[in-house]
């Protein structure tokens, strides 16, 4: 393997830093997929389609692993989570993903931190892996494509493939922003409607 190639380098770096991403959430996944849609972009040292379909098989890989460790040690996890929730709290929780599962997975995927907790939700309360692997390839594939454009978009407007990669970098941190502000602004009225019951 010829290591001076950038694409040598990219696509592991790319297909890693998602999996590991996806696993543990210390790598910002999103700006990572962002600034290698806009070196594919603005030089040939990238593949966009390949790009894509690699965000795709690591977030995909690294959210089958987040989903199947409750799920394999489900009954130990679940006492776990049973003596720290409420009962009630727990059957809602089933009952959200027998009738919206998929949605749940792919708005999870979609919205910043709101992966880990829906995975570690459906995994603990059983969901279903036939219901889950279309779901998450789903979310997956809307995810990669979504912090391509923003890679594409900065690309397109520099032709400096450095200003374009720190142009999708800043625009995947602005969306992130923003979906969480407005996730927690959605979350207030109904902490404040809702009172004790």
């Not at 795709?56 to 089958?64: F, I, N």
């Amino acid at each position: 393997m010829n290591w001076s190639d950038p694409s040598a380098i990219g696509y592991p770096a790319l297909f890693g830093g998602v999996l590991l991403g996806s696993v543990i959430p210390i790598v910002p996944t999103g700006a990572v997929v962002g600034a290698a849609a806009a070196v594919a972009t603005t030089t040939d040292h990238l593949s966009l389609p390949l790009v894509i379909v690699l965000a795709v098989l690591g977030a995909y890989l690294g959210d089958v692993l987040t989903f199947a460790v409750p799920r394999f040690g489900s009954e130990a996890l679940l006492r776990w989570v049973e003596r720290r929730q409420q009962a009630d709290r727990l059957a809602k929780g089933r009952e959200q993903f027998a009738r919206r599962g998929w949605q749940l997975v792919v708005i999870g995927r979609l919205v910043p931190a709101g992966r880990i907790p829906v995975l570690l939700a459906a995994g603990t309360l059983s969901y279903p892996w036939r219901r889950f692997l279309p779901a998450g390839l789903v979310a997956c594939v809307l995810w990669a494509v979504a912090y391509s454009l923003l890679g594409i978009i900065s690309g397109g407007i520099f032709d400096s493939p450095l200003i374009a990669t720190l142009l999708a970098t800043v625009l995947v941190l602005l969306v992130t922003v923003a979906m969480t502000l407005i996730s927690k602004l959605r979350r207030k009225p109904e902490r404040t409607g809702g009172g004790p019951r």
